[in-house]
């Protein structure tokens, strides 16, 4: 065992220029980070994330106004995306081993069918309004006093394989949106709906101008085809800690900890006080006591509010300072990590904020590797999927990759 903790930090959405398959997916010319960086530039006169940049982004990743790092910290590079899919769950499964080749059905163009919406409204015993592509902000404002008033639910999609469900949490209760979301996700599983994700979207507010979506939202995700690395993990005795929505992801397998983020900022101070070795306030999955101190294996980190608030809603401003958010953080991060700690930042998908429509994109993602051991620095090959993370956490850690996964180390070459 090189390294007793592996901390892998998904910046979600942080495409760095589209794949070569991008056409099939309409997504031609897209660059996330590359476009940020220019809107940044423009409008702001800056865009500042120097402990990216020490790590190698730029070296990476040229970027307007930005220069690289003479002397890159990190060792970089660029990965490709194998799965048949530009979404959250085939991204972050990819990572761990998992090659999705079947994509997940998307509703955007007609909504959800209407033997799905009745059986629905049968099992909820409520009248459902939308069901329609939309934003998130948009159809609480049109839609949110009426669902209050008549006791309906709004149900939406978006251009992602998934449900939406909202609910006020001072009228409908979170625990009764929890159980209607709950439902669905048993109704989505029959093959013809087969809906990658269930989102609960509880708000509160009681009229239209002051509806806010709460930090309780929770994901009901299709568990993983496959086991894992972290599956791998577990089952060898090694602490998987999840935090942000990764055990909503993963469906809570394979992981040993859960760690629920009210926000980006708040996930990366959750990840520095776990690097600090505090105690943890978090059941395990059994139930039983909370860990005490430190731990050994993986601590897998998701910010979504790159793609929930900034992607979807095509905000290259509001994405750059969440960005510089982050860098600060990250900067926090980085002096606690020992020579016993490796760090792995990267991204599950692209989501252009300067693209047409809403949807995510299917762009390349960047590998940022460092350690305070580390006596090398610089870019490595490009690889052919995202399975190079799972690959080379279960290298590091003596573990065989389960049957039917994919990826290669490049442990050796940090």
């Known amino acids: 065992m090189r390294y007793q903790r592996i901390f892998v930090i998904?910046?979600?959405?942080?495409?760095?220029?589209?794949?070569?398959?991008?056409?099939?997916f309409g997504d031609v010319g897209t660059d996330t980070l590359g476009?940020?960086?220019?809107?940044?530039?423009?409008?702001?006169?800056?865009?500042?994330?120097?402990?990216?940049?020490?790590?190698?982004?730029?070296?990476?990743?040229?970027?307007?106004?930005?220069?690289?790092?003479?002397?890159p910290m990190g060792r970089y590079m660029t990965m490709r995306e194998r799965s048949n899919g530009k979404d959250t769950m085939t991204g972050h499964w990819e990572m761990m081993g998992i090659e999705t080749?079947?994509?997940?059905?998307?509703?955007?163009?007609?909504?959800?069918?209407?033997?799905?919406?009745?059986?629905?409204?049968?099992?909820?015993?409520?009248?459902?309004?939308?069901?329609?592509?939309?934003?998130?902000?948009?159809?609480?404002?049109?839609?949110?006093?009426?669902?209050i008033e008549n006791g309906e639910l709004i149900v939406y999609t978006s251009a992602d394989s998934v449900m939406q469900i909202c609910g006020n949490e001072e009228t409908m209760g979170l625990e009764t949106?929890?159980?209607y979301c709950e439902i669905a996700r048993e109704l989505t599983m029959q093959p013809q709906w087969r809906v990658g994700r269930v989102i609960a979207r509880p708000y509160v507010g009681r009229k239209k101008?002051?509806?806010?979506?709460?930090?309780?939202?929770?994901?009901?995700?299709?568990?993983?085809?496959?086991p894992t690395v972290l599956d791998a993990l577990k089952t060898a005795g090694y602490d998987v800690i999840s935090i942000g929505k990764i055990n909503d992801i993963f469906s809570g397998v394979g992981i040993t900890e859960n760690n629920h983020s009210e926000s980006s900022v708040h996930g990366m101070e959750q990840t520095i006080d776990i690097a600090k070795g505090q105690a943890s306030l978090a059941m395990n999955d059994e139930g039983t006591a909370p860990r005490t101190g430190s731990f050994t294996g993986v601590c897998f980190v998701n910010l979504v509010d790159f793609d929930a608030k900034w992607g979807h809603r095509?905000?290259?401003?509001?994405?750059?300072?969440?960005?510089?958010?982050?860098?600060e953080k990250l900067g926090q991060l980085l002096p606690i990590l020992t020579d016993q700690d490796l760090l792995i930042i990267t991204a599950d998908h692209?989501?252009?904020?300067?693209?047409?429509?809403?949807?995510?994109?299917?762009?390349?993602?960047?590998?940022?590797?460092?350690?305070?051991?580390?006596?090398?620095?610089?870019?490595?090959?490009?690889?052919?999927?995202?399975?190079?993370?799972?690959?080379?956490?279960?290298?590091?850690?003596?573990?065989?990759?389960?049957?039917?996964?994919?990826?290669?180390?490049?442990?050796?070459?940090?």
């Open 10 to 24: 998904v910046i979600d959405s942080l495409g760095i220029g589209e794949m070569p398959d991008a056409a099939r």
């Open 101 to 147: 080749k079947e994509p997940f059905i998307t509703f955007t163009d007609t909504g959800f069918p209407k033997e799905l919406i009745d059986e629905l409204e049968k099992a909820t015993g409520r009248h459902i309004i939308g069901n329609k592509a939309a934003s998130g902000t948009a159809i609480l404002d049109e839609l949110a006093e009426r669902e």
């Open 209 to 226: 101008g002051e509806f806010v979506r709460t930090a309780n939202r929770h994901d009901y995700a299709v568990p993983p085809t496959g």
């Open 177 to 179: 949106l929890y159980r």
């Open 314 to 327: 095509r905000n290259p401003i509001g994405y750059g300072e969440e960005l510089e958010r982050f860098d």
């Open 35 to 71: 476009h940020i960086a220019e809107r940044m530039l423009a409008q702001k006169g800056s865009f500042e994330i120097p402990n990216l940049v020490k790590l190698g982004m730029a070296n990476l990743k040229p970027m307007a106004g930005i220069t690289p790092a003479a002397q």
């Open 350 to 414: 692209g989501n252009d904020p300067t693209y047409t429509g809403t949807d995510h994109t299917r762009e390349k993602v960047p590998f940022l590797a460092w350690s305070p051991s580390m006596t090398g620095s610089g870019m490595l090959p490009e690889t052919d999927t995202f399975a190079a993370i799972g690959a080379t956490i279960a290298d590091n850690f003596g573990i065989d990759m389960p049957a039917g996964t994919i990826g290669t180390s490049v442990l050796e070459q940090l």
